[in-house]
C-alpha cells in the first residue's frame, strides 16, 4: 500500500511539473515584456505614476562634482553601475532645460531606471573620444527632442566640468541603424533617447540623436 501510494505522489508531480514550468515560463516572458516593451510606451506614466523627472537632487544621489582641473593625469576609477556626472542641457537662456540628470557607468535596464547610462564601450569626458550617454525618453530625456542645435549640454563629472555644443540633431533614426553606437566616430559626445516621445501608445522603435562638440573642459595628459 504504501509503495502504491508513493508511486501515485511521484506520478502526480510528474503530471504537474511541466505545467509548473510552463505557467513560470509565462511569468517570466510576462516580465520581460513589461520592462521591453510597456516601459517604452506613452501609457507607461499613466499605469505607473512615472512622470519624467525634472530634477534630481545631489542629496539623493550621494554625488559631488568636482572642480575644473589645472592638469588631468588620469580618469579616475569608477565602478560599473557607480554615479559619475551629472547632466544639464539649456537652450532658453532663461536656465536649465534638461535638469540634473544623474549619469551612471553602463546603460543596463538597472542603470537606466535610476537616470542616464554612459555606454561601457564609449569613453569617459576627457579621454578625447566618444563619450555616448542615453536615458529613457519617459524619464530623465523626455525633452531630449525638444533640444535645438546650438544647445549647450554641461556634464558636470566626479573629476571636473564639460561643456558640450549641440551641432546635429538626428530625430526618427532606425533602432536597427546602430550607428550612434560607433564610440570611434569624429563626434565628442552623444546623447540618444527612444523617439517618439508621444507616440500613441505604440512601441517604440526608432531613436532620437544628439551629436556634440567639446568647447571646454580638462583631458588627460598624454
Same mark, same amino acid.
Given at each position: 500500500?504504501?509503495?502504491?501510494?508513493?508511486?501515485?505522489?511521484?506520478?502526480?508531480?510528474?503530471?504537474?511539473?511541466?505545467?509548473?514550468?510552463?505557467?513560470?515560463?509565462?511569468?517570466?516572458?510576462?516580465m520581460?515584456?513589461?520592462?521591453?516593451?510597456?516601459?517604452?510606451?506613452?501609457?507607461?506614466?499613466?499605469?505607473?505614476?512615472?512622470?519624467?523627472?525634472?530634477?534630481?537632487?545631489?542629496?539623493?544621489?550621494?554625488?559631488?562634482?568636482?572642480v575644473?582641473?589645472?592638469?588631468?593625469?588620469?580618469?579616475p576609477?569608477?565602478?560599473?553601475?557607480?554615479?559619475?556626472?551629472?547632466?544639464?542641457?539649456?537652450?532658453?537662456?532663461?536656465?536649465?532645460?534638461?535638469?540634473?540628470?544623474?549619469?551612471?557607468?553602463?546603460?543596463?535596464?538597472?542603470?537606466?531606471?535610476?537616470? %542616464?547610462?554612459?555606454?561601457?564601450?564609449?569613453?569617459?569626458?576627457?579621454?578625447?573620444?566618444?563619450?555616448?550617454i542615453? %536615458?529613457?525618453?519617459?524619464?530623465s530625456?523626455?525633452?531630449l527632442?525638444?533640444?535645438?542645435?546650438?544647445?549647450?549640454?554641461?556634464?558636470?563629472?566626479?573629476?571636473?566640468?564639460?561643456?558640450?555644443?549641440?551641432e546635429?540633431?538626428?530625430?526618427?533614426?532606425?533602432?536597427?541603424?546602430?550607428?550612434?553606437m560607433?564610440?570611434?566616430?569624429?563626434?565628442?559626445?552623444?546623447?540618444?533617447?527612444?523617439?517618439?516621445?508621444?507616440?500613441?501608445?505604440?512601441?517604440?522603435?526608432?531613436?532620437?540623436?544628439?551629436?556634440?562638440?567639446?568647447?571646454?573642459?580638462?583631458?588627460?595628459?598624454?
Open positions: 500500500m504504501e509503495a502504491k501510494t508513493r508511486f501515485s505522489a511521484g506520478k502526480g508531480i510528474a503530471i504537474a511539473l511541466p505545467f509548473l514550468l510552463f505557467f513560470a515560463g509565462v511569468f517570466c516572458l510576462s520581460y515584456l513589461f520592462q521591453s516593451v510597456v516601459e517604452e510606451t506613452a501609457y507607461f506614466g499613466l499605469l505607473v505614476g512615472d512622470s519624467a523627472p525634472r530634477e534630481v537632487s545631489d542629496e539623493d544621489t550621494g554625488f559631488t562634482p568636482g575644473k582641473p589645472e592638469k588631468l593625469e588620469h580618469i576609477s569608477i565602478r560599473y553601475g557607480k554615479q559619475f556626472a551629472r547632466l544639464n542641457v539649456t537652450w532658453d537662456d532663461g536656465g536649465w532645460d534638461i535638469i540634473n540628470v544623474p549619469v551612471y557607468l553602463g546603460s543596463d535596464k538597472r542603470v537606466l531606471k535610476k537616470g %542616464a547610462g554612459m555606454s561601457f564601450g564609449s569613453y569617459f569626458p576627457g579621454e578625447g573620444k566618444c563619450t555616448i542615453s %536615458a529613457h525618453v519617459t524619464r530625456f523626455a525633452e527632442e525638444d533640444t535645438p542645435v546650438g544647445a549647450i549640454v554641461l556634464i558636470e563629472t566626479s573629476y571636473g566640468p564639460y561643456a558640450y555644443r549641440v546635429e540633431k538626428k530625430e526618427g533614426v532606425k533602432g536597427t541603424d546602430r550607428w550612434y560607433d564610440a570611434g566616430q569624429n563626434v565628442d559626445l552623444v546623447l540618444y533617447t527612444c523617439y517618439p516621445r508621444d507616440n500613441g501608445g505604440e512601441r517604440r522603435t526608432d531613436r532620437c540623436v544628439l551629436l556634440c562638440r567639446l568647447i571646454d573642459g580638462a583631458e588627460v595628459t598624454r
